[in-house]
């Protein structure tokens, strides 16, 4: 088979699968804690984002193989049809998102270090505001491409796995990647100057006031490690996101071969494995929860086990995975010092 296929059907299965077990974890323990919902409450956009583009890529992979496997891939779908598809929704909802999540992380990032007293108190509702920003505008710009799309031609047919380039006319695939590419890069502007402030700040009376009180001391503490971490991944974001992107909006332009589109995006999705690793090698309350969540599934799988060898009865099994997982959720969910 050509090579296309492969990509379309292993790469983004495989690919699929990898961000799944990678980004759950992170969103898991994030959500059982209310001091990790606080600190990287924002970030939840982007990692829930990246789980939604892997379950997406599984989908995606498996219905080419389907077809492919009943010869019906040269089917056609109206552009309609494609809209009520939830993997090419999904597909489109995740596209804008993905760099608007990068963007409100480093705004989130820019109020720590600019306010830090009054986000340490009014944190909650600074993320409430920040995701809910990010939806709408999200929603703003697909309802913008679905609607210009079914207005000029709703009728129209395409492959029946409604690829992008396919989909949308050259204005509105340029107007798609062009506006990733354009909160990518807001985001690391942002970014930059995130770093200008924290500079500036760490020598100032405001910096030494802030740290007298213990707890807003430690709060300040996981929040910059955080803000470095965010720094960091600005990197990959530069090379392996808004590079892919901007070569692709001068591939729609001067009318490239389509399949340059789409090992683009191909890509720019390595760019979701970023801020998931990075976050589980540079912080370390993360990758604590991780490994306790981790060691209390394998326990309750060796539980199992041994039940069905005879080593415990079906009671004390019960009692103990209960006691386990009950201990598991608390410590997940309790404050570390």
């Not at 703003?140 to 210009?148: D, E, G, K, R, Y």
């Not at 995006?265 to 494995?273: G, H, P, T, V």
Request: aromatic content about 14%.
């Amino acid at each position: 088979m050509e090579v296309q296929y492969y990509i379309n059907a292993y790469g983004f299965l495989i690919l699929g699968i990898f961000l799944i077990l990678i980004n759950l974890p992170v969103m898991i323990v994030v959500c059982c804690s209310a001091k990790l919902r606080n600190q990287y409450g924002v970030l939840m956009v982007s990692l829930f984002n990246s789980f939604l583009i892997g379950v997406v890529s599984v989908g995606y992979g498996i219905f080419t193989i389907v077809m492919y496997a009943l010869d019906r891939d040269d089917d056609t779908v109206t552009i309609a049809q494609c809209f009520y598809n939830p993997l090419s929704f999904f597909l489109l909802w995740t596209f804008p998102m993905a760099s608007l999540g990068l963007l409100f992380n480093s705004i989130d990032r820019l109020l720590v270090v600019s306010f830090p007293l009054t986000y340490f108190k009014y944190s909650r509702k600074v993320i409430v505001v920040l995701i809910a920003l990010a939806v709408v505008i999200n929603v703003s710009v697909v309802f913008t491409a679905c609607f210009l799309t079914l207005q000029s031609r709703p009728n129209a047919y395409v492959n029946v796995f409604c690829n992008q380039h396919q989909v949308f006319s050259r204005n509105v695939n340029v107007f798609l990647t062009g506006i990733k590419a354009v909160f990518a890069l807001l985001s690391i502007l942002v970014m930059f100057v995130v770093l200008l402030v924290f500079m500036k700040r760490s020598q100032t009376k405001v910096h030494k006031t802030f740290l007298t009180d213990a707890t807003v001391k430690r709060f300040r503490a996981r929040q910059m490690g955080f803000t470095k971490t965010m720094l960091i991944s600005c990197i990959a974001t530069l090379v392996i996101f808004i590079c892919p992107s901007v070569f692709a909006v001068v591939a729609i332009i001067m009318d490239l071969n389509p399949h340059i589109y789409v090992w683009t995006r191909f890509i720019c999705f390595l760019n979701f494995f970023n801020i998931a690793l990075l976050i589980i090698y540079r912080q370390n309350d993360i990758r604590r929860k991780i490994c306790l969540m981790l060691s209390y599934l394998c326990m309750v799988k060796l539980l199992h086990v041994s039940v069905s060898e005879g080593t415990f009865s079906e009671v004390s099994r019960r009692q103990v995975v209960q006691h386990h997982v009950k201990s598991a959720v608390s410590y997940l969910s309790k404050r570390e010092p």
